[in-house]
């Protein structure tokens, strides 16, 4: 069964298999819906257009019970027939009739708007989450160290002997030299393992290598227009 619109007065929900569902992006049926219509899972059909009855018509065109009630007092005064031609005009205006058809209406914007934004906003989750998980250290790869070279201008000099260390004028050198680790190596996690004398797959690294191969797909799939937005 397809999504059906329902629209009272200028508000929508929608509705499937006796269920109505709000359009708010904190219930999990909306999102649902969305995701369906997104990948074409479903379809959506616009809201139910019922005309006005001939007796709604009718009651809307009636002058006030006030007016008819003077228009007959002033037909019985004046031997004329105002009222009654009146309410005969009205009901030839609006004549009775079978049950009126009911129409559809085109599916409003608002539906593919809505379902756009949604897919934008889960797009760029997941392209963030692929590029965090391609960001982490490959398993099987490992890391080298890194060090950067820092000079502390504060720290006196001294040479392999412990003595300071002058410039030619007689001046202490004060630009003690130091390497340090920004990050520290990790070596790489073995390919293979052996389980009861039987060399099999690595369970962490096979699992790591899957995790790798689908973020990457992700980011190669994500629309620029996405990749753009991560970026700015």
């Known amino acids: 069964m397809t999504y059906k619109l329902v629209k009272i007065e200028n508000a929508y929900s929608i509705s499937k298999d006796n269920l109505y569902i709000p359009r ?6 909306y999102i ?8 074409e899972n479903d379809t ?21 019970m006030q007016d008819q009630l003077d228009m ?10 105002t009222w009654k031609e009146a309410i005969d005009a009205i009901k030839e205006a609006h004549p009775k009739a079978d049950t009126p058809e009911v129409t559809v209406e085109s599916v409003p914007d608002w539906v593919q708007n ?29 890391r080298e160290e890194t060090t950067t ?12 002997d ?18 340090v680790i920004t990050q520290k190596a990790i070596a790489p996690v073995e390919a ?11 369970p962490l690294v096979a699992k790591d290598e899957a995790e790798r191969t689908t973020a990457q797909s992700v980011i190669d799939s994500t629309p620029q227009a996405v990749i753009d937005a991560y970026e700015a």
Do not use: C, H
């Not at 760029?124 to 250290?137: C, F, G, M, P």
């Open 32 to 39: 649902q819906f969305l995701d369906d219509i997104a990948e």
């Open 192 to 202: 293979t393992i052996v389980v009861d004398g039987e060399t099999v797959a690595n």
């Open 149 to 160: 070279t820092i000079v502390d201008e504060s720290i006196p000099l001294f040479d392999e």
């Open 72 to 81: 007959q007092y002033w037909d019985s005064v004046n031997g004329t027939t």
């Open 44 to 64: 959506v059909e616009g809201a139910d257009i019922v005309p006005e009855s001939y007796t709604d018509l009718r009651v809307q065109s009636y002058p006030s």
């Open 114 to 142: 809505d379902v756009d934004a949604y897919m934008f906003d889960k797009q760029l989750q997941s392209y963030t989450n692929a590029v965090a998980r391609l960001e982490k250290i490959e398993l099987s790869v490992g």
């Open 24 to 29: 708010d992006l904190n219930n999990i049926e």
């Open 162 to 179: 412990g003595e300071l260390q002058f410039t030619e004028e007689g001046v202490v050198i004060m630009d003690r030299i130091e390497s």
